[in-house]
Nanobody, 115 residues
């Protein structure tokens, strides 16, 4: 069982930045592909960005250039740097870990962007 704990959410004005962090409770963190998802009120959860165990990244097209995913395997951490935030980015952001048949979710962190 892997526990994922997100942090770094909060209230920010449009145009501002936030850095989300996710820490994983596993000694085999480096084997997991990590991802950030988000779920806005009344909407389905959607993928934001992924990073493979080797560090390859992928983003939803609409977020390219504003969001950056990264990981630090030595610290069991994955990050999401979010710049030029918009009110439409308001959502609960979830950390996700996948390896083989295993998949884990964090409890989410709220990001609210005011106009």
């Amino acid at each position: 069982q892997v526990q994922l704990v997100e942090s770094g959410g909060g209230l920010v004005q449009a145009g501002g930045s936030l850095r989300l962090s996710c820490t994983a409770s596993t000694i085999t963190f480096s084997i997991y592909a990590m991802a950030w998802y988000r779920q806005a009120p009344g909407k389905q959860r959607e993928l934001v960005a992924t990073i493979t165990s080797s560090g390859n990244t992928n983003y939803v097209d609409s977020l390219k250039g504003r969001f950056t995913i990264s990981r630090d395997n030595a610290k069991n951490m994955v990050y999401l740097q979010m710049n030029s935030l918009k009110p439409d980015d308001t959502a609960v952001y979830y950390c996700n870990a996948k390896a083989y048949k295993y998949e884990y979710w964090g409890q989410g962190t709220q990001v609210t962007v005011s106009s």
